[in-house]
């Protein structure tokens, strides 16, 4: 006999708060997303890491049907926890990469979220979510029921790897999210491609039609972030700016190191 949407729920909730608890440890690494017009930092992406500082696609591959709700929200409480302690300034935003497929409630599988951030003391309109323009893909209701319970929860919502897909304009137009993150194979090399240049260009303006912030990620070269930023795009993030990092965040250092590289390039580069 099928088991109907209301059992299915259930069960995944059973297996979220009473399943066995997660045989592996994980640490948080923090990336740093500027704001070039306030040239400052304006949040931080939470990134999993190894306790160890192993890779992330080294704890992910520890997942399945078992754990991965349990880890879905011991991620989210985690980076909750980390950012308060790490981070050192109160207006910066957190951003938290989520799977999907391990929400199968939106209203049911936040609670612990919303436990940790009033815990922490942290607004939630400071606290951005993620997802990939690949599992808009494999199930775009879905995601349209999270963003839609995201928002009205008092979260940012944010769309990552944007042109790295096949969804299309369309599935982003159902669903707009309030920032969407360029991936980095439209930023590479944009200073020297027509073609990806004009991407860009068709981009700011349908996020300035639409009241959606752009963010370019994986800006690695000053001709990059300046060619971006003459296009009107605020946010940027990427090792032009820091890595991923376990240490203790120092925001105001990021701007200053970023530009200080400028300044110390030889004159043939």
Known sequence: MPVSGAEDAVVKCVACRDGADLDFAFDMAFQPIVDAARRSVWGYE???RGPNGESA???LARLNDQNRYKFDQACRVKAIETARARFDRPDLYLSINFLPNAVYEPAACIRATMQAAKKADFPLSRIMFEFTEDEFIRDAAHVNAIVRAYKEFGFLTALDDFGAGYAGLSRFVETQTDLIKIDMGLVRGVEASRA???????????AKDLGVELLAEGVETHEEFD??????IRLF?????????RSALDSGAVWAQAMASRRTLAPNG
């Open 46 to 48: 939470a990134l999993v």
């Open 57 to 59: 696609a080294s704890v």
């Open 196 to 206: 990806r240049r004009a991407v860009v260009r068709g981009l700011v303006v349908m």
């Open 227 to 232: 060619v971006l930023s003459d296009m009107g």
């Open 237 to 245: 993030q990427g090792y032009l700016f820091a890595k991923p990092t």
